[in-house]
DNA sequence: ATTACTAATCATCGAGTAG
DNA sequence: TCTACTCGATGATTAGTAA
């Protein structure tokens, strides 16, 4: 029931549960009752969910009665890779809207993207020297997906080093407008914060745009 | 090789298709490229392109050389399509938005908008009577698709009259804001213009926004 | 009610090859 | 070279049915 033909058939079963909500909560549908939404038998449609749950891109709770269904993150990033293709297609080379709360990092930011090898490189690629210090958005639900697309993007490189035997890893750069202000996003190539967006510019950002912990801000990145 | 399994598929290659710039002009590729541009063989690579041909989804030009590849207008609607979903998908309850050139209608807008029949039904649905006659903007490539996915979508609905004699159709209504002006579509259920948009305000568009034929317009249109 | 197994059916793919 | 046919193999879909 799997194979490399079925990939098409898993995202069109997940934008159809997309649709009845499954990113941002559980939603209950039995196999029957999406075997009408997808056009399939029932049969198929409980063969076809099965597979999405093998393949990791949906979550199931399954009592005796219906079932209850939620997509995975990397369900909702293999989505929101087909909405960046459609989205290039219809708008013209890319840019990716993300929106997100302020957080606080834990100070790390500075000293990190306070580094010599770091600066240089970034006055190289943006022509600006940026202020030491990022401002950290923490992403949620379908947000995260979008950030899955800029991990999958190609940005400008930023090469490691290392400095009095500290090694600092390489990273990502995208252009982005933050609230008007133009900035980048930085994307280290190892990180553990998965659900937060690191965003350097010309202009201390918080002070800037008066930014408070949880104040929703959007990042138009540019691809 | 066709059926009803096969529309994914078909989506699917649309979708390279239109990566490759068949929306916009014809795009020379030989089925063997295509082939590995969707990860088929170059024999089931020509077959797909026979089936989107027969299904009128693409144009070919075809010499006994490679051939040129356009998609045609019921092919962009269907990504339309496909595209509006994701998007409800990621950015919640749809808007579109479409761009276009103004345009010299006819005269006619002002004749038809002006009708009491017609103008007592806007009042009643947007809450405000529009001036009588519509901007009209002429829609191109890709934008021309997105109004296809209007004429499928639900809008609010102005019912046809008669009035002395003369028959007015009836047509459907969506909310837009153009240029930062708040209005609504008007879509005739029968009309000839399949490539214009006419959009109806409190304000007299052309002269509040300074607009003369040619002017590039936005339009954001709630579904 | 549900989910999901098995067997039979049928569509799709790639290889070989003709035009 | 290219497109596109036929055919055998592969694999997905359905019906029947068990749990």
């Known amino acids: 029931m799997s194979g490399e033909r079925a990939k098409l058939q898993h995202l ?17 549908v039995s196999s029957g009752e999406f075997a009408e939404v997808i056009g399939l038998s029932q ?22 009665r219906k079932q209850h269904i939620t997509i995975t993150e990397s369900g909702a990033a293999a989505l929101a890779l087909e909405h960046a293709d459609l989205h290039r297609v219809f708008e013209g080379a890319g840019t990716l809207e993300v929106r ?6 834990l100070g790390e930011g500075a000293y990190y993207m306070g580094q010599d090898g770091y600066q240089a490189q970034f006055e190289k690629l943006l022509g600006t020297r940026p202020v030491a210090g990022t401002l950290n958005i923490r992403l949620q639900g379908a947000e995260l997906a979008k950030r899955q697309v800029l991990e999958n993007a190609k940005g400008m490189e ?14 990502k750069l995208f252009r982005c407008v933050i609230e008007g202000v133009e900035g980048a996003v930085v994307m280290p190539l190892r990180t553990h914060h998965r659900d937060t967006l690191e965003v350097i510019s010309r202009k201390h950002l918080r002070r800037a745009l008066k930014l408070e912990d949880g104040a929703k801000v959007r990042v138009r990145v540019q691809l």
Chains 1, 2 share one sequence.
């Open 158 to 171: 930023v090469s490691g080093f290392t400095d009095g035997g500290r090694t600092f890893g390489g990273a």
């Open 100 to 105: 997100g709360a302020v957080t606080s990092g």
């Open 12 to 28: 069109h079963a997940l934008k159809h549960l997309a649709l009845l909500g499954a990113i941002r909560f559980p939603v209950r």
């Open 43 to 64: 049969q198929a449609a409980s063969g076809l969910l099965l597979d999405l749950f093998k393949a990791g891109l949906i979550r199931r709770e399954i009592s005796s």
